[in-house]
């Protein structure tokens, strides 16, 4: 992923003989991966020729690989779309992607380390921490405990409960 554009799925394998690829959608807009959109894959503008579901999980052909040998090559391969046709949203929420990379400092100024992941869980997500030295710490994404997020200066502020960084 460059930092133009954001990941909307991951090309896992082929499904059947005309090209069609397994995709796992990396995106909760499913309007993203429809016939006739232009996707980038592999870094190259292609245009999405069918989509289809068996078994609820999308299956996608693409301009340029039209039958299963073509398609073999695209194992693997993320499918991205330009940051620029994200919407906005509203203030207080973020894309998981702009959030990766952040210095995480406590209120009290202490630096804790850098989000490196964000897992998603069924309450709320839940940050991971790759602290210097230490085991990754892992931080709710509650109120409570994120007190501020400024992407301009890449840096989140937390209050973290007892216990949590031990």
């Not at 693997?76 to 046709?85: K, M, R, S, V």
């Not at 230490?134 to 405990?145: G, M, Y």
Request: aromatic content about 6%; proline content about 6%; glycine content about 10%.
């Amino acid at each position: 992923m460059t930092a133009d554009r954001v990941a909307v799925g991951r090309i896992n394998g082929v499904w059947g003989v005309r090209g069609h690829v397994k995709v796992t959608p990396l995106t909760s807009n499913p309007e993203r991966l429809v016939t006739g959109a232009v996707l980038y894959v592999r870094g190259e503008p292609r245009r999405v020729l069918d989509v289809r579901y068996p078994q609820g999980y999308p299956c996608m052909r693409f301009e340029g690989f039209e039958d299963r040998t073509a398609a073999e090559a695209l194992r693997g391969a993320l499918i991205e779309i330009d940051a620029t046709d994200l919407p906005a949203l509203p203030e207080g929420e973020y894309y998981l992607h702009d959030l990766e990379g952040l210095e995480v400092v406590t209120a009290g100024g202490e630096h804790i380390g850098r989000l490196k992941e964000v897992l998603t869980t069924g309450a709320n997500d839940v940050y991971v921490i790759a602290r210097p030295g230490k085991a990754d710490a892992l931080i709710p994404a509650i109120a409570d405990v994120v007190l501020s997020v400024d992407l301009e200066a890449r840096r989140m502020t937390i209050e973290p409960m007892a216990g949590l960084l031990d």
